[in-house]
C-alpha cells in the first residue's frame, strides 16, 4: 500500500513540477506556433533551470501506464514536452497504454524514424492496436521490417473488424503435444525459460496444429512427472473463432472465469489466443463508448483538444437536439391560448417532462445493457414492455398524486390537480414505451442502440409530456 501512495503523490508532484516549469517559462498553450524547434526551444530552456534531469529521472521510475496517466492530465502543448522527455525504448509501450485520442497528438508530434522505432518494440499484437493511428507510410515500412510470420500475422489482425476476436486475439501461445510425459513439458518449458503473459494453460495440439485440448498449469503441479498428458489435460475447452463478436467473448470469460481461451480457425487450427487483460480493455473501451454515445458524443474525446476539434465531435447530436427543441416548443405554441387562461400550466408542465426522460433513460439504460449481454431475445420483448409499462403505472399513481396534491396545494384547483396527475402517469407510460422500443428499434437496424440514446427519449418525453399534459389542460380546465 506505501508503495502505491507514493507513486500516486510522484505522479502528482510531477504534474505539479511540470506546470510551473511551463509557466516560469513563459509558456503560452494558445500558441499557434507547434513546430519542433520551438518545442526543443523550450525544452532547452527547462534545462537551463536544471529541473530536466530530475524528471527524467522520476519518468525512468515509472511504469508505462503511470506516465500515460500523466500524458493525458495534461494540456496538449505540456504534453508534448513531456513526451519528448520519454525514452526512446519506452515510447511503444505508453503508445499502447494512452488512450486513442491522446495517442493521435503523440504520433502527430513524432516523425517517421521515431515511430517506426517505436512500433518495432512491440509485439505484433499490440501493433495491431495502434495501427489505424499510424501514418500510411509507416504502417508499410513496418510491414516490410517484419519477418514473413509476423507480417502475415499483422495483416490477418487487421483484416478483423474492431468488435471482432480476431482484434483482440494475441499471437504469442506455448503449445505441447498430447503423447508427452509432464517431465518432458516441465523440461520444455524450463528451456524456453519465459511463458506469455497471463498464462494458466497450455495448449495442447497435434501434429496439424489442430487444437485437442488444454492443460491447466496446477495439473502440471499436482501430478506425476511420468503422467501423460492425454490423461489429465482437459478436453472440453471453450473455443473462440477470429470473426467471433468480442462481446460475445467477454460474456463467456465472465461466465466461465477465463484467463485465456484458444482461438482457432474453421478446421479447429490454432491460431492465437484472447486473454482476460485484452478482454477487460475491451469492456472499458465499451463501456466509455456507451457513456459518450448516450450522451450525444460521437467519439472518445481528449478533453484538452483543439476547439474545433471538441466542436466537431459535439455538434451532430446538439442540431439534433436543437430540432427536437424547437418541436417541443411548437407543441407548446398549440397551447398558447390554454397557458394565457391558466398562467400556472407554464409553472408546472416542466415538472412532467424532467420526470418522464429521467425515467425514460432509466428503462433505455436496462434495455441497453440487456441487449449488449444477449439477455433479450424476440419471445422476451412482450413480456418486457408489459412489465415496465406495469413499474410506469405504478410510478404514475405514486407520484402522479404527489405532485397532484402539490399542484392542488399551492393554487387550491382540484381540476388543476387532477390534470397533473393524470399528465405525470401518462408521460410515464410513453417513456416506458419508447425507452423499451426505442433501442431495439435502433438494434435492429444494425445502429448502436446506445448511441444519443438519452437524447432521443428526452426529446420524446419533452414533447409527448407538454402535449399530454397541455392537452388534459385544455379538455379540463379551459
Partial sequence: MKNNIERKESLNDLIEQIDELLESSEFSENSNDNSVDEKHALIKN?????????????????????????????????????????????????????????????????????????????????????????????LKDLLENLDIQNRERLQSALSYPEDSVGSLMEFEITTIREDLTLEVVLNYLRKIKKLPNH???LFVVDKDGLILGVLPLERIIVNAPTTIVKNIMAKEVVLFKP?????????????????????????????????????????????????????????EEDIFSSIWKSVQNRWAWLAI???????????????????????????????????????????????VRALAIGQLTQSSIRSLLYKEISVALLNGLIWGSIVGLFAFYLYNNADLGFVMASAMMLNLILAAIMGVLMPILMHRLGKDPAVGSSVLITAMTDSGGFFIFLGLATLVLI
Fill in 46 to 138: 527547462l534545462v537551463s533551470k536544471k529541473n530536466i534531469s530530475s524528471l527524467e529521472s522520476l519518468l525512468d521510475d515509472l511504469h508505462p501506464a503511470d506516465i500515460a496517466d500523466i500524458l493525458e492530465s495534461l494540456p496538449v502543448q505540456k504534453r508534448l514536452v513531456l513526451w519528448d522527455l520519454v525514452k526512446s525504448e519506452n515510447e511503444g509501450d505508453i503508445l499502447i497504454e494512452v488512450s486513442d485520442s491522446v495517442r493521435q497528438t503523440l504520433i502527430a508530434d513524432m516523425d517517421s524514424t521515431e515511430l517506426l522505432a517505436a512500433a518495432e518494440q512491440l509485439e505484433t499484437d499490440e501493433i495491431a492496436d495502434i495501427a489505424p493511428d499510424l501514418p500510411e507510410e509507416v
Fill in 199 to 201: 498464462t494458466d494453460k
Fill in 243 to 299: 470473426e467471433d463478436l468480442a462481446d460475445e467473448a467477454s460474456n463467456a470469460f465472465e461466465r466461465y472465469d477465463l484467463v485465456t481461451a484458444p482461438v482457432v480457425d474453421e478446421n479447429k487450427k490454432l491460431v492465437g489466443r484472447l486473454t482476460v487483460e485484452a478482454v477487460m480493455d475491451f469492456i472499458r473501451q465499451e463501456s466509455d463508448n456507451e457513456k459518450f454515445s448516450m450522451a450525444g458524443l460521437r467519439e
Fill in 321 to 367: 437536439n436543437l430540432l427536437t427543441a424547437f418541436i417541443a416548443s411548437r407543441v407548446i405554441g398549440i397551447f398558447e391560448g390554454s397557458i394565457e387562461k391558466v398562467v400556472a400550466l407554464a409553472a408546472l408542465m416542466p415538472i412532467i417532462a424532467s420526470i418522464g426522460g429521467n425515467s425514460g433513460n432509466q428503462t433505455t439504460a436496462m434495455i
